[in-house]
């Protein structure tokens, strides 16, 4: 999703590095990955590009992968925006908070582990196929979005924006979106508690796939943290149409 953060880094004069994480898109897939090993690949990269200390952003999926690289060399990371962003999943009490998809798939993971990996191969070439735009719509209508998050995806470029990405990383690997995917249903190793760099949380109240509770739980956990709860806004709507002010108040902490 780094493609939304283009036009307004470029008149903020922000320099954007979007990594994949291994096994998505061209990253070389790496077996038994686990959360805590991406702060050493990210150390690693930011050490050849001579990038001593940096801010991160991170955007829904993305937030685990920040909270670790906080917490593992808090010595390097300014600051942090996190949008949108996933919460700890394996600690929640009451999954009603999610998407109803991901409960679904939180719970066949619980039951059934090799029927729901297997899934992952199965729906690999749908998946990988790129829509025509005149599609657009009817995805939108089956996607059952919130009013905010279906007008701010009529735009085709904030449309392919979202969904490019996620459509690459399923073209080169199921695997490594499978590795991804169980990331998320495990713990992290670590605590939100330890995780003391600032840390701007962007939420839309309307956001269906992490609830606007989940955001608050997340907040309430941080030691140094500002909310940005936003009014009327969804899950795709808030990095859409939020994304100036949330890169201009990030590099100014």
């Known amino acids: 999703m780094a493609e939304l953060t283009d036009a307004?880094?470029?008149?903020?004069?922000?320099?954007?590095i979007s990594p994949d994480r291994p096994g998505i898109c061209d990253s070389t897939f790496q077996p038994k990955r686990k959360l805590l090993d991406w702060p050493?690949?990210?150390?690693?990269?930011?050490?050849?590009?001579?990038?001593e200390r940096f801010h991160i952003l991170a955007i829904s999926g993305g937030a685990p992968y920040?909270?670790?690289?906080?917490?593992?060399?808090?010595?390097?990371?300014?600051?942090?925006?996190v949008v949108s962003g996933a919460p700890p999943i394996a600690e929640l009490q009451d999954r009603q908070d999610l998407l109803g998809l991901y409960r679904l798939m939180l719970r066949c993971y619980?039951?059934?582990?090799?029927?729901?990996?297997?899934?992952f191969y199965l729906v690999r070439p749908f998946l990988s196929l790129r829509p025509p735009q005149g599609a657009h719509p009817l995805l939108l209508k089956l996607l059952w979005l919130r009013p905010s998050?279906?007008?701010?995806?009529?735009?085709?470029a904030a449309f392919e924006a979202c969904f490019e990405s996620q459509r690459r990383a399923w073209r080169a690997s199921a695997a490594g979106v499978l590795a991804d995917a169980e990331i998320y249903a495990q713990l992290w190793g670590l605590a939100l508690e330890d995780?003391?760099?600032?840390?701007?949380?962007?939420?839309?109240?309307?956001?269906?796939?992490?609830?606007?509770r989940t955001a608050e739980e997340v907040a309430k956990r941080l030691p140094n943290c500002a909310t940005r709860f936003i009014e009327d806004e969804g899950h795709y709507s808030t990095p859409i149409r939020?994304?100036?002010?949330?890169?201009?108040?990030?590099?100014?902490?």
């Open 8 to 16: 307004d880094a470029r008149n903020l004069g922000v320099r954007i």
């Open 40 to 51: 050493d690949i990210l150390k690693q990269l930011a050490d050849h590009l001579e990038i």
């Open 66 to 81: 920040a909270y670790a690289t906080a917490w593992k060399m808090p010595e390097r990371v300014r600051a942090m925006a």
């Open 110 to 119: 619980g039951k059934y582990p090799r029927f729901s990996r297997t899934c």
């Open 149 to 156: 998050d279906a007008a701010a995806l009529r735009d085709s």
């Open 195 to 212: 995780v003391d760099v600032p840390v701007r949380l962007w939420h839309g109240k309307q956001d269906r796939a992490f609830s606007i």
């Open 242 to 253: 939020h994304m100036r002010e949330i890169l201009a108040d990030l590099i100014a902490l």
